[in-house]
């Protein structure tokens, strides 16, 4: 297992350790509830340092990355980034990602941890042009500072204009004394604030430098569980949960970003699954009675008969109700359809809900 330049501190601190993705992470602190809470009404850092970060450029990164995702990254300015995903040549979906334009021809790929190898693999058999692949993912940690103080929390460590980067924008500046820190509002959580991004033998002075600006706004660590909740609460899908190999991007609700202005792999098959409809869709719901959807557990109709699957639940922390997203019959996809979750042999009734669950 892999540590973080950061794992030794979350041991000091008492987080309980888990192995995720290859690496030792800290999934709790003091608990996913307050942590939640945490992050909903003031700050919380995640120590997010196991994602993959790629250095794709030259003059043909472009038509690599245009190649390999379903998004339009032709779009893309320096200074913007964009959610995308990998599909396969299957239907289904390699990886989902964040595209970063960070010069006229540098582009950051950041990857999930688990798909690390997968992925780099997967860009690099379809690099035909000869763009230039550099794996950086075990050279820079990445902090998330999310919550609606963070902005204020954290403005006295950098001369950048925290409040002007706006959604799915970054800059390049000194923060905390670091140089070339990527400060990014790409968040995972609902609740705004940004992301760093440095090199390992910057992190442990930017962790430090964090707590100590945050320390009058009440800033706390967080840990994976209630990073799951909170983008759970948000409707944001998860790689190995909700999406997958054998997901499609039109199936995932996924359809605004797959592009069809431009060739990529397998655009065909999806351009038609668009234009002619998929067999079952990725829906939100919650329950109407007591319980907890997990993932895996079945859904039915009023009968019985099974429809679907759950990929993600909980009991959501700050509605106080079980939520959770499932792949159902395209039939029963609509909002304020009727549906069960088969909790331990029990029909529990739920209905389909627009998401996100949460809202400010």
């Known amino acids: 297992m892999k540590n973080t330049a950061l794992s030794h501190i979350h041991e000091q601190l008492g987080a309980k350790m888990v192995p995720f993705a290859g690496y030792n992470m800290p999934v709790q602190y003091e608990g996913v509830n307050s942590e939640h809470e945490t992050v909903r009404n003031g700050v919380g850092v995640f120590d997010v340092s196991h994602m993959g970060e790629f250095l794709i450029s030259g003059p043909n990164a472009l038509e690599l990355i245009q190649r390999v995702t379903s998004n339009d990254a032709s779009v893309l300015e320096v200074g913007r980034a964009q959610y995308s995903c990998l599909p396969n040549e299957n239907g289904g979906i390699v990886d989902d990602l964040i595209v970063y334009r960070l010069e006229e021809t540098h582009y950051l790929l950041v ?24 794996n950086l993912s075990d050279d820079y940690s990445l902090l998330a500072i999310q919550g609606p103080k963070a902005i204020e929390a954290m403005q006295s460590l950098t001369s950048v204009d925290l409040a002007a980067i706006q959604y799915y924008h970054f800059k390049v500046g000194t923060f905390a ?6 400060i990014s509002a790409t968040g ?12 390992n033998a910057d992190v442990e002075q930017l962790w430090t430098k964090v707590f100590e600006a945050g320390a009058a706004f009440g800033i706390k660590p967080i840990g994976l569980a209630a990073r799951d909740t909170l983008r759970l609460e948000m409707g944001f899908c998860l790689y190995g949960n909700d999406i997958n190999d054998n997901t499609s991007p039109i199936e995932a609700g996924l359809g605004w970003i797959t592009k069809f202005t431009k060739e990529f792999t ?4 999806l351009k038609s699954q668009k234009e002619n409809g998929v067999q079952r869709k990725l829906v939100g719901f919650e329950l109407l009675d007591r319980g907890i959807p ?30 959770g997203m499932g792949y159902v019959k395209s039939e029963f996809a609509t909002v304020d359809s ?20 949460y809202k400010k």
């Open 266 to 269: 397998n655009c065909t098959e």
């Open 188 to 199: 995972y959580t609902g609740s705004g604030g940004f992301e760093l991004y440095c090199k």
């Open 294 to 323: 997990r993932h895996d557990y079945e859904i039915v109709d009023a009968q019985g008969n099974s429809i679907g699957i759950v990929t993600s639940g909980t009991m959501a922390p700050t509605l106080g109700k079980g939520i």
């Open 177 to 182: 004394g670091i140089e070339d820190v990527i």
């Open 338 to 357: 009727p549906i069960f979750i088969k909790i331990r042999n029990n029909q529990v009734a739920a209905k389909v809900v627009k998401m996100p669950f």
């Open 111 to 134: 990857v999930n941890a688990s798909n690390i190898e997968k992925d780099w693999n997967w860009i690099a058999s379809h690099n035909s042009n000869g763009a230039t692949m550099q």
